[in-house]
């Protein structure tokens, strides 16, 4: 994955496992990454994680912004983009609670404030990637890219993580709808599902699943060319450590 010009990627959600992973990923690869939380503090530390690890690639940008007010990540985004002249070629949102919820002792207002994050973030994100999406590549067959990780929670809830498999369930219907209406502009959608619980080390760890089933999104997005019948919406990683996929296109 080389190009002459840098590729630009926003992470919404940026944290120090599944985005960590990614950003290092893109930036053997020489992408301009933009970062994007709550946590500058955390944010700076990352980014200069990933400078000190890849010192050729561009220089991460990164830009505070909170997921569960509209107007604070249009703000960060609306920064992000100018930084790259107001067209990106991926918007990842990662953004996400996890946290125990058990469903008997769930408030409303916890579950409110998760739904903010995880899908009303994801509809913000992607309504403003419809005007942000990088087409300008599109006659050499390489498509704008709207990443969206999710999981199996919505098939097989837990009521121990119940806020966690409502917001994402809600998420991942989202993010089928944006498929609908981004595919028509040229605007491929992408859901990376993680079947189990990321942990630092083994089969399920954020370095293997990216591998696994993020890495397989952005080489197919470059020679996509429009080619619809070969474009995969969902890829499985498993923790017995294989993938599958599912709504082909």
């Not at 604070?72 to 930084?83: R, V």
């Not at 990842?92 to 769930?106: D, F, G, K, Q, T």
């Not at 998420?171 to 990376?192: H, Y």
Request: charge should be neutral.
């Amino acid at each position: 994955m080389t190009s002459l010009k840098p590729r630009t990627i926003i992470i919404i959600g940026a944290g120090p496992l599944m985005s960590r992973s990614l950003s290092l990923y893109l930036a053997s690869h020489n992408w301009q990454i933009i970062l994007i939380s709550r946590n500058h503090s955390s944010l700076l530390s990352l980014a200069s994680e990933i400078n000190d690890l890849n010192p050729k690639a561009p220089k991460v940008l990164v830009h505070p912004g909170d997921a569960s007010i509209p107007s604070s990540l249009h703000k960060a985004l609306d920064w992000a983009a100018e930084q790259v002249g107001g067209k990106v070629d991926v918007l990842c949102y990662n953004a996400a609670h996890v946290a125990p919820s058990p469903i008997l002792e769930l408030k409303p207002e916890v579950l409110t404030q998760d739904f903010n994050i995880t899908a009303m973030g994801t509809l913000v994100a992607g309504q403003w990637y419809m005007n942000h999406a990088n087409t300008s590549h599109m006659p050499q067959g390489e498509h704008p890219l709207f990443l969206v990780p999710g999981g199996l929670l919505d098939k097989y809830p837990d009521p121990n993580i119940s806020a966690l498999c409502a917001t994402k369930s809600a998420s991942q219907c989202l993010v089928k709808m944006f498929q609908q209406v981004m595919t028509p502009k040229g605007i491929l959608v992408g859901a990376p599902i993680v079947g189990g619980e990321v942990v630092k080390e083994g089969k399920m760890s954020p370095d293997r699943i990216v591998d696994g089933v993020f890495r397989p999104f952005f080489k197919e997005r470059e020679r996509y060319r429009g080619n619809e019948g070969n474009w995969v919406l969902e890829r499985v990683w498993l923790p017995e450590g294989g993938y599958g996929s599912t709504g082909t296109v």
